[in-house]
């Protein structure tokens, strides 16, 4: 592979890592071509970008990025490596752990995720439980309005009338 080819690959996995800080490094050897299809299928359909990489290239990349634990990546990646990339924290979990299941490909060997790195597939579980910016979000509203369902449910329980004469009672009061 030409130098220029090479800069070039590193400059756009570069830009990739700079739009999806977030990425999963899967073992995909050894799968047929419908399984891949099957793979790459998925992934889009879930909104994840794959991408088949060299491995030396792809510590290139990430020695530019010098995140925090980068260089435990370096004995992970040999053999063949596709790296995902995604918006959503847990989706390449979810889609691992559905088509690959206990032994079969593709397996993860390593996850960078919300400034943490896993390495290895029994962390697997774990990133399937990282809840997503969606999934906090609505946790949080639903935390917000349950207090005030209480509220109007006290108010309805007791009834119009009561209520009524009360604000009445208070307001008249000086």
């Known amino acids: 592979m030409k130098k220029e080819l090479k800069a070039q690959i590193i400059d756009k996995l ?3 890592l700079e739009e999806t800080p977030g990425f ?5 050897e050894g799968l047929n071509a419908g399984d891949t299809t099957k793979l790459r299928r998925a992934c889009f359909e879930k ?3 794959m991408i088949v990489v060299k491995n030396t290239l792809f510590f290139k990349v990430l020695e530019r990025k010098a995140f925090e634990g980068y260089e435990q990546f370096k004995d992970v990646l040999t053999g063949s490596s596709a790296v995902m990339f995604t918006t959503v924290a847990n989706a390449p979990a979810k889609l691992i752990k559905e088509i690959g299941g206990d032994d079969k ?3 993860l060997k390593a ?6 790195v896993y390495i290895g597939k029994e962390n697997l579980e774990t990133l399937v439980n990282i809840k997503s910016k969606d999934e906090l979000l609505g946790d949080i509203i639903g ?3 349950s207090p005030m369902q209480n509220v109007i449910s006290a108010l309805q329980a007791q ?3 009561k209520i009524a004469g009360i604000v009445k009672t208070l307001s008249e009061k000086e």
């Open 14 to 16: 570069a830009a990739q």
């Open 47 to 49: 909104g994840i970008k």
């Open 111 to 116: 996850a960078y995720v919300q400034d943490c």
């Open 143 to 145: 935390m917000l309005q």
């Open 159 to 161: 009834g119009g009338q």
């Open 105 to 107: 490909k593709p397996v």
């Open 24 to 28: 999963y490094v899967t073992d995909v």
